[in-house]
């Protein structure tokens, strides 16, 4: 499998080419690339292939997905309230990768940040964990943190935003 800093100058490269789709495909795992725009950054895919030992779902299956579905109603209802109340802010600070999104260096350790901490740049606002790897993500402006948009140890996507910051 890739490593990460060899995935992200892939990235690179694609973004500076013309191509518009890239697939790489190494002992069950997958790396696909994808621009959606002439102007617009790649954005990474990357799925693990396993083997399957349990028959292929029916149709029968899928029924309870629709009764979930009427349940997220409400969850998007929320999100959009939290919205509307946190709209103070000038920039986001977003995942630069697939992986596991940790606010503290270890369990026992107080947050990097909460909301109303004051970053700069270089202030480290938390871990995105990507194949064992471990990276600090910076803050990138100067400002204070006014919303937190994701939990401790939960999975992120790339560009996926994590904090929302009211800048100086």
Same mark, same amino acid.
């Not at 990097?112 to 938390?126: F, H, L, P, R």
């Given at each position: 499998m890739l490593k990460v800093q060899e995935i992200r100058e892939l990235i690179k490269l694609v973004d500076q080419s013309a191509i518009d789709?890239?697939? *790489?495909? /190494?002992?069950? @795992?997958? &790396?696909?690339m994808k621009k959606s725009g002439a102007n617009s950054a790649v954005a990474p895919v990357v799925q693990e292939q396993k083997s399957v030992d349990r028959p292929?779902?029916? %149709?029968?299956?899928?029924e309870p997905e629709a009764k979930?579905?009427?349940k997220e109603e409400p969850v998007h209802t929320e999100k959009a309230?939290?919205?509307? &109340?946190? @709209? $103070? *802010?000038?920039?986001e600070i977003v995942s630069p990768m697939v992986g596991?999104?940790? !606010? !503290? %260096?270890? %369990?026992? !350790? $107080?947050p990097? =940040? !909460? #909301?109303? @901490? #004051? &970053?700069? #740049? $270089?202030?480290?606002?938390?871990i995105v964990e990507a194949m064992k790897l471990f990276?600090?993500?910076?803050?990138? =402006? /100067?400002?204070?943190? &006014?919303d937190v948009l994701v939990k401790d140890g939960e999975l992120v996507e790339y560009g996926q935003p994590l904090f929302r910051v009211k800048t100086k």
């Open positions: 789709e890239f697939t *790489y495909e /190494s002992d069950g @795992a997958t &790396v696909t292929v779902e029916t %149709p029968e299956v899928r979930v579905e009427e309230e939290n919205e509307e &109340v946190t @709209a $103070d *802010y000038d920039y596991t999104m940790y !606010s !503290s %260096p270890n %369990p026992e !350790s $107080d990097y =940040v !909460s #909301k109303g @901490a #004051k &970053v700069e #740049k $270089d202030t480290i606002v938390c990276n600090e993500i910076e803050a990138e =402006v /100067s400002g204070e943190i &006014v």
